[in-house]
């Protein structure tokens, strides 16, 4: 990407979201940031996942992930989930599952459980189209939720 247009898109604000995933073989999460709601009727959410990731294979298998919506003091414990032993993340981070059997962090604000609808080519990305199964507060208090200003502005996913 030219230099001049990373430098634009480094000032867009977003969200930063743990996308949970359950399979076979364990439970997963990764961090997550182009998430957004598209729909209100059915309820959908679009979620861009780029496509080398482990994650992204997992969740066109399953077909269904967990938005975790974090608060701000979960910050210093995001770092749990850019550990290459994607076995391993859970490990110090204290959480249930949701109804569907998808990872619910104890400290997050809320969830909505997912289930893949459709995806879109997108580039180095998939965008995924995923109705809103069900959802849950957890610790509404604990709002304002974690964004990319809590990670100097900039959150690329580079690792």
Known sequence: MEKKIQSVLDRFSYGIYLVTITTAEGVNGMIASWLTQCSHEPPRLALAIRK???SHAQILETKKLCVNVLPRSFAGSIKNFKI??????????SHSLSPGGLPVVDECIGYLECEVEQYLDAGDHTLFIVHIITAGMVNPGKSPGLTTLDYGGVYRGTS
């Open 84 to 93: 290459t032993e994607w076995k391993s993340k859970f490990d110090m981070v």
């Open 52 to 54: 080398n990731r482990l």
